[in-house]
């Protein structure tokens, strides 16, 4: 079995342990266009099964020819031009992917689209289901967005809903934050352990949600809320606010009532990125300083980042608490989804590295066994399901991710 991983980040480095160390695939490539960071990753995790490919997803003729050599790829490529373009490619050649990204690249964010070329005469919407559509035509299985959120938050929910009679709400609510004593010497009481500038794009724009059992756009950092995390022997301040995440289920669950995604923060993080929002500095509009054109969230990423990377011997935590409600044989019944996992020194994997880069390993060793049937671009929710389902968590729980169920 090969599977092949694009992208070098701190994801895709999750996802090359996990595959290295937990699974009997022989042969795990890592293509990124700079070398040095496939370097990195392979001295690092060890194995003689990772193999290095220096290649730009937009060389689509290399790309391709690299991509007949593997049963399946990882998607952890971070800007929607290079994941939308390597689903493309594997379409094309007809090789099964599993993809990272927070987008559903069949119903595609219409908002800030970060150079995404769309073919002319369609909409974003006609776009994505054409990959759809394409994708079933030569009978592959892209399964969408899935790793932590969206990707667990989806799964579990996805179960919560499929035991019940009649679902009304699922609620997320999930993120990455620094182990206290690191926030409290930060800004904004926040960490960097993903690309940042997606960070600030998602306080920014509106994204599709069901409230009132309709479909309608809800602004981000709507519906602030703050919630003593309580499990795993914890009593924990946090705080979470809408975000654009988990954003199939709009399209997968529309008999629902309420369905969106909240960011789980530390106390006072959303006060301070209100402020930076009501002050402009995460606009993307150029504005005019000593005659040049700049533009406002560039600068502040540019001048925040240095102060929210890890010192040494900073650790992360990710958070999930997840909510559905319907009904079940005429009674009232809710799930809660408990996580609070951090990070592994021994695997020398932070938190987020851990449960964004090792469902998505997991799931393409399911996809390379023929476990997910379905066809086309696939959300979480109904592809992990079922005995896959139970599957994912047991080998989740072998390397100490825990989720925890509790049925009201």
């Known amino acids: 079995m090969k599977v092949l991983i694009f992208g070098a980040g701190k994801q895709a480095e999750g996802s090359a342990w996990y595959l290295a160390n937990r699974t009997e ?48 790829g990882i998607n952890a490529l971070p800007t929607r031009k290079t994941s939308y373009t390597t689903l493309e490619l594997a379409i094309e050649v007809g090789l099964d992917m599993v993809d990272i990204l927070e987008e559903y690249h ?33 009978g592959i299985t892209i399964v969408d967005g899935i790793g932590f959120a969206p990707g667990l938050t ?14 009304r709400s699922a609620i997320a609510r999930c993120g990455g934050i620094p182990e206290k004593k690191a926030a409290e010497k930060r800004p904004l009481k926040y960490m960097i352990t993903w690309a940042f500038d997606h960070v600030l794009r998602e306080y920014m724009i509106k994204s599709d949600a069901i409230i009132d059992g309709k479909v309608q756009e809800i602004q981000a950092l709507d519906k602030h809320e703050k919630f003593t995390f309580d499990k795993f022997g914890r009593e924990t301040e946090l705080e979470c606010a809408v975000t654009p995440g988990m954003p199939s289920f709009v399209f997968t ?18 006060d301070g990125i209100k402020t930076l929002k009501e002050c402009g500095m995460l606009d993307i509009e150029p504005v005019k300083v000593d005659g040049k054109d700049v533009v406002p969230r560039k600068v ?35 799930y809660d989804y408990y996580m609070w996992d951090e990070e592994d020194t021994e695997m020398g994997l932070t ?8 469902p998505p390993a997991v799931t393409a060793e399911l996809l390379v066994n023929d476990k997910i049937p379905e066809k086309g671009i696939v959300a979480p929710e109904d592809g992990i399901k079922g005995y896959i389902y139970e599957e994912m968590m047991k080998k989740l729980e072998e390397v100490g991710i825990e989720i925890l169920e509790e049925k009201t």
């Open 253 to 270: 669950r529309p008999e629902l009532d309420e369905t969106y995604e909240k960011t789980v923060r530390w106390p006072g993080h959303y």
């Open 351 to 358: 938190a987020m590295q851990r449960t964004t880069g090792f």
């Open 25 to 72: 695939f022989e042969k795990i490539g890592i293509a990124s266009r700079t070398g040095s960071t496939i370097d990195k990753i392979i001295d690092k995790i060890g194995s003689d099964k990772l193999v290095k490919h220096v290649v730009d997803v937009t060389d689509k003729q290399k790309t391709k020819e690299i991509m007949k050599g593997y049963d399946v």
């Open 300 to 334: 502040l990423s540019t001048v925040i980042t240095p102060r929210l990377k890890p010192d040494e011997g900073d650790t992360d935590v990710c958070v999930m608490w997840n909510t559905a409600k319907g009904e079940k044989d005429g009674k009232e019944v809710r």
């Open 106 to 138: 069949r119903k595609p964010d219409k908002y800030e689209i970060e150079g995404l070329d769309i073919p002319e005469g369609m909409s974003v919407e006609e776009y994505g289901e054409s990959l759809h559509q394409r994708a079933v035509e030569a």
């Open 154 to 167: 989806n799964i579990t929910l996805g179960k919560a809903l499929r035991e019940m009679d009649k679902g």
